[in-house]
């Protein structure tokens, strides 16, 4: 069953509920031996029913990914945790993910695995991936120069935002098609990898803020923005949304935003107000299905649609705001 789609649980910052603990990312996972760790997994979900179960994982689990069963047309999730982490919010989140679903409670495994075996079946399913004017490529292979592409260096040891997901795919297609705009003012919210204020960063030789709610992602995206040599340029800060001072203080000419659908709608209003006349925002994490109700809760703060993307079943939208 090979690897269609892999994603983290730091890719999408939506991904977030009070009173969920951060693992300890001090160190990668390959080199923590604090705990044992174990795989947990679902089986034959319907492609709808992902989003929902990805979620729930993610309570509990450093890292989440799912493989799709071109046989049977139906998806695995998978995620890795420290053995009996967060069981209460898992079960909790397990039941309410089949409930959104509106599906029977799937069975979940669990199984001892070590660290190093993980980590050498993530690495070999994170091959380099080019995508628009961008390519992105994990450390563990050669780093030779790339003409004509922005390389991107990621870690697939830490497995956060590898850019395999359709919705960072979708948004990076965007931000090429508009970077001639040269927008100098940039946020991305719920960075997760940092992987689009990377892309910013290295594109436009310009600041850019990535806020993430969780303490881990804004740790991993300033690691991120060192590896690639834009440490100067992108400030990694912990924040809930537009809550934070040092997000809505701001007026922006580019926002990034791959997070959740119904997030997505809840913040349309700060979005709007804090996007500059002629400003252009990036929003993704949702499934095509949901584009219409994202769409429509921008409209509503008279924001235009100006571009749709599709990446399999996730859409990415580009709105504008009018000058």
Same mark, same amino acid.
């Given at each position: 069953?090979?690897?269609?789609?892999?994603?983290?649980?730091?890719?999408?910052?939506?991904?977030?509920?009070?009173? @969920?603990?951060?693992?300890?990312?001090?160190?990668?996972?390959?080199?923590?031996?604090?705990?044992? /760790?174990?795989?947990? $997994?679902? #089986?034959?979900?319907?492609?709808?029913?992902?989003?929902?179960?990805? *979620?729930?994982?993610?309570?509990?689990?450093?890292?989440?990914?799912?493989?799709?069963?071109?046989?049977?047309?139906?998806?695995?999730?998978?995620?890795?945790?420290?053995?009996?982490?967060?069981?209460?919010?898992?079960?909790?989140?397990?039941?309410?993910?089949?409930?959104?679903? =509106?599906?029977?409670?799937?069975?979940?495994?669990?199984?001892?695995?070590?660290? #190093?075996?993980?980590?050498?079946?993530?690495?070999?399913?994170?091959?380099?991936?080019?995508? =628009?004017?961008?390519?992105?490529?994990?450390?563990?292979?050669?780093?030779?120069? +790339?003409? =004509?592409?922005?390389?991107?260096?990621?870690?697939?040891?830490?497995?956060?935002?590898?850019?395999?997901?359709?919705?960072?795919?979708?948004?990076?297609?965007?931000?090429?098609?508009?970077?001639?705009?040269? &927008?100098?003012?940039?946020?991305?919210?719920?960075?997760?990898?940092?992987? /689009?204020?990377?892309?910013?960063?290295?594109?436009?030789?310009?600041?850019?803020?990535?806020?993430? %709610?969780?303490?881990? +992602?804004?740790?991993? $995206?300033?690691?991120?923005?060192?590896?690639? =040599?834009?440490?100067?340029?992108?400030?990694?800060?912990?924040?809930?949304?537009? @809550?934070?001072?040092?997000? @809505?203080? !701001?007026?922006?000419?580019?926002?990034? *935003?791959? %997070?959740? $659908?119904?997030?997505?709608?809840?913040?349309?209003?700060? /979005?709007?107000?804090?996007?500059?006349?002629?400003?252009?925002?990036?929003?993704? !994490?949702?499934?095509?299905?949901?584009?219409?109700?994202?769409?429509? $809760?921008?409209?509503?703060?008279?924001?235009?649609?100006?571009?749709?993307?599709?990446?399999? &079943?996730?859409?990415?939208?580009?709105?504008?705001?009018?000058?």
């Amino acid at each position: 069953m090979p690897p269609a789609e892999e994603h983290s649980a730091a890719e999408d910052g939506e991904l977030n509920r009070p009173g @969920k603990r951060a693992p300890d990312w001090d160190t990668p996972l390959s080199r923590r031996r604090t705990e044992p /760790l174990e795989l947990l $997994a679902i #089986e034959g979900l319907a492609e709808a029913a992902v989003p929902a179960f990805e *979620a729930a994982l993610q309570t509990a689990c450093v890292t989440v990914a799912y493989f799709r069963d071109e046989p049977s047309d139906t998806w695995r999730i998978e995620g890795v945790r420290e053995a009996g982490a967060h069981e209460d919010a898992l079960t909790g989140a397990l039941a309410l993910a089949a409930l959104i679903a =509106g599906i029977d409670p799937p069975v979940l495994t669990a199984e001892p695995i070590e660290a #190093e075996g993980w980590l050498a079946r993530t690495v070999q399913s994170f091959a380099e991936m080019p995508i =628009g004017r961008f390519l992105i490529r994990p450390t563990h292979v050669p780093n030779p120069p +790339s003409f =004509g592409r922005i390389v991107l260096r990621l870690d697939a040891g830490l497995a956060f935002g590898s850019g395999e997901h359709a919705s960072t795919q979708g948004c990076l297609l965007a931000f090429g098609a508009m970077a001639h705009r040269r &927008p100098r003012r940039v946020l991305d919210l719920g960075c997760g990898s940092a992987i /689009l204020a990377l892309a910013a960063a290295s594109r436009l030789h310009v600041p850019v803020l990535a806020t993430d %709610i969780e303490p881990w +992602s804004v740790r991993i $995206a300033g690691q991120n923005a060192v590896l690639n =040599g834009v440490g100067r340029l992108i400030r990694a800060r912990l924040a809930d949304g537009w @809550k934070q001072r040092a997000v @809505k203080t !701001g007026v922006y000419d580019l926002i990034f *935003a791959n %997070i959740l $659908a119904r997030p997505l709608c809840a913040m349309a209003r700060d /979005l709007a107000d804090h996007l500059a006349p002629g400003g252009t925002a990036i929003l993704a !994490g949702l499934l095509g299905t949901q584009a219409r109700m994202v769409l429509a $809760a921008h409209r509503r703060q008279g924001l235009v649609l100006e571009r749709r993307i599709d990446v399999g &079943p996730w859409t990415t939208l580009v709105l504008r705001r009018r000058g």
